[in-house]
């Protein structure tokens, strides 16, 4: 590192800069609450987005980062190494929000890799690889179902074509989201569609309670929980609530309430690990004096272990089947993500670099999606958690500390360093 030493790097984090950049972000798609917080509205491939990336670059460009966008729209900010022909170690997160979102999930990570660049700016250090960071493109699938579409194409998890078809809610295709959203950063450097990073590493809030009520400064996540979303829809016959017997009736709602009760059971779990979330229920006709004809009940199940995660999805059909009484049911498995596991690689750089800094840190596994989930399968991979305010997150409540928010990047920055290794 041109003998600069790490400590003289990381030293160079600024937590103000970070701290007036996120406000800045903020403001983009910003909006407050009757209640006072404030929130963030800024879809994928919207103009806000644009709005957001624009000063992202501006202030990367003024750093002496060079910028480049791939055919998925994922942005790259790098900073040289000593050796540019090395895989780089890659950092980021995303820029886009929920619908109701906050200030913090996403930004920060990309905000956070762009502090490692100003520090390594401001310090004159030349690290031997290259550093990156990435915006990755509709991580959150707020506008665009599913999220992590960016990563996703980066990897080759799936090819970019399979995400075309996929409309938001005005019946916008992706495809066509994504042409128009390149045509208008033409300007902007290409770059080809992935490459095996050297490492990820990426930051984000931990959207969980653990850091704060542990009185922790980061922590160390080891992997993330697999995820598999079905779709249940229960199919019986429509009367009038004043006149059919119910000895008669085919009531979709009461064998779907069966249904339900059932999964309860089989989702039992002691240790208060696995996740299983009835979290959307319509009812048709929905009307209060017809019995119901249909009901559509989604099911998120997520849990760290493969072991138990696979079995206990696999038996939703018959568990559902095994519960009705008058009606019939279809389940639908319409997603499906397997735990990441991150070995030993970066999880043990992160833990060192909080330890060298002197701050609390603790290991977990990830609870919610991250594009860091895709990069596992491809590359060495971890994560940093800073806390965030009552495990609040996804809403315009969500908070972090401003010095939390600098010790993150502070770690960040000191196992960059280490990954990216001296020329
Ligand atoms: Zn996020």
Redesign the pocket.
């Known amino acids: 590192m041109d003998g600069v030493t790490a400590p003289n790097v990381v030293a160079a984090v600024s937590e103000s800069r970070l701290w007036d950049r996120l406000m800045a972000m903020a403001r983009i798609g910003g909006f407050a609450t009757p209640e006072g917080d404030q929130g963030v509205n800024r879809p994928c491939l919207s103009a806000l987005d644009r709005e957001a990336r624009r000063l992202l670059i501006g202030w990367a460009e003024a750093a002496g980062a060079s910028v480049s966008v791939d055919p998925a729209a994922n942005l790259f900010l790098r900073w040289e190494g000593a050796d540019p022909s090395l895989a780089p170690v890659l950092t980021g997160?995303?820029m886009d929000s929920q619908p109701q979102g906050g200030r913090f999930?996403?930004i920060y990570?990309v905000l956070a890799g762009l502090e490692v660049i100003e520090a390594l700016a401001a310090s004159g250090a030349r690290p031997h690889r290259p550093v990156e960071v990435v915006a990755w493109t509709n991580?959150?699938g707020g506008r665009f179902a599913p999220g992590c579409t960016g990563s996703m194409s980066f990897t080759g998890f799936k090819p970019m074509s399979a995400f075309d078809g996929i409309v938001d809610a005005d019946g916008v295709r992706y495809a066509d989201a994504l042409a128009q959203h390149l045509a208008e950063e033409a300007d902007l450097a290409r770059r080809p569609l992935g490459y095996v990073p050297h490492a990820f590493i990426e930051a984000?809030i931990e959207?969980g309670p653990r850091l704060e009520a542990e009185g922790q400064d980061v922590a160390v996540v080891t992997g993330i929980q697999g995820s598999r979303w079905f779709t249940v829809t229960v199919e019986g016959r429509t009367d009038h609530a004043g006149t059919a017997p119910l000895s008669l009736r085919k009531d979709a709602v009461q064998d779907a309430l069966r249904a339900i009760t059932a999964l309860n059971v089989l989702m039992h779990d002691p240790s208060d690990v696995l996740r299983f979330t009835v979290g959307s229920v319509t009812v048709e006709p929905g009307t209060s004096n017809s019995v119901a004809r249909r009901v559509v009940f989604t099911i998120d199940l997520r849990h760290p272990d493969e072991g138990v995660l696979r079995p206990r999805g696999d038996a939703i059909p018959g568990v559902v089947q095994a519960a009705l009484r008058t009606c019939t049911a279809r389940v639908h498995e319409r997603f499906t993500a397997w735990p990441a596991d991150f070995g030993p690689t970066v999880p043990e750089a992160v833990a060192r670099a909080a330890a060298a800094l002197g701050l609390k840190a603790i290991r977990l596994p990830s609870g919610?999606f991250?594009d860091a989930q895709f990069l596992a399968p491809v590359c060495p991979t971890g994560m940093i958690f800073i806390p965030c305010r009552n495990g609040v997150s996804h809403h315009p409540g969500e908070y972090a500390e401003p010095a939390q928010c600098a010790n993150g990047a502070r770690v960040l920055t000191e196992a960059i360093i280490k990954l990216a290794g001296r020329p």
């Open positions: 997160s995303h999930d996403g990570g991580e959150e984000h959207q919610a991250h």
